[in-house]
């Protein structure tokens, strides 16, 4: 019988299709920022940062950096590329106010700058204006020596993997930071919580979407750290005070 929508075999008219892989997009391009949302408000509202590990953002916006190069030599879904720049957004974000309080909070002491180059100090720099300098000087050395191997497959892909592999490190830092204080007090529960979903989504988006392999071996390498994570909060608990939000 003919009708005036086409549909898909399963009767769904194909504008639903369409609708709904656009709103999946919008999903992947902003949905990694939700986690960040109550740690900022936590840092916000306590003036602490003691909780929240900065190398964080330091894993995302190398990782990120490098997915937008590795763009240049394969080119993936636009979508992902549009994800990677509003997460640099976000941790620059992030990292502004924490620079902010950490200033607010601090008495008469030493500040460190990037351009100290003092390894025991790397990435605690007291302005923001410091990480916008490495995140520019970073860049400018990726850009020179991606356009200088481009025609390399062994170049271009090496590179995919590494971003990816830095990405699914997300959470080490903070697993590390929680070990050592022996707690997780000051880390938004939230944030894990919205981490491990986010990335259980992701990873069912990569393989519906046949990305490359890179994409959906760093979801799954991400969903075991947030669940490690999440095991040291029920382990450090009893004696952590540990806050929930």
Same mark, same amino acid.
């Given at each position: 019988m003919d009708t005036d929508i086409?549909?898909?075999i399963e009767g769904v008219p194909e504008s639903s299709w369409s609708i709904i892989s656009l709103l999946a997009s919008c999903m992947m391009v902003f $949905? $990694?920022?939700v986690p960040y949302i109550?740690?900022?408000?936590e840092i916000q509202r306590t003036s602490n940062t003691d909780g929240f590990s900065t190398r964080?953002?330091?894993?995302?916006?190398?990782a990120n950096i490098l997915r937008i190069f590795f763009w240049f030599g394969k080119q993936f879904e636009i979508t992902l590329l549009l994800q990677s720049l509003?997460?640099?957004l976000t941790m620059l974000a992030m990292l502004h106010l924490c620079c902010s309080v950490q200033t607010t909070s601090r008495i008469v002491t030493k500040q460190h700058h990037f351009t100290d180059f003092d390894l025991r100090y790397f990435w605690s720099w007291s302005h923001i204006e410091d990480y916008l300098l490495f995140c520019f000087s970073f860049?400018?050395?990726c850009a020179f020596i991606t356009f200088l191997f481009l025609d390399s497959v062994l170049f271009v892909e090496t590179l995919g993997s590494l971003a990816v592999l830095i990405e699914a490190m997300l959470g080490v830092p903070q697993l590390i930071q929680n070990f050592q204080n022996r707690s997780t007090q000051g880390m938004s529960i939230k944030m894990v919580l919205l981490w491990m979903s986010g990335d259980i989504y992701k990873t069912a988006y990569f393989i519906i979407k046949e990305t490359p392999a890179q994409f959906w071996l760093c979801g799954i390498m991400q969903i075991c750290i947030d669940i490690a994570i999440l095991f040291q909060v029920f382990f450090y608990g009893q004696g952590a005070h540990v806050k929930y939000g």
């Open positions: 086409d549909l898909d $949905g $990694g920022v109550p740690q900022y408000q964080v953002c330091l894993v995302l916006l190398v509003v997460m640099i860049t400018v050395l």
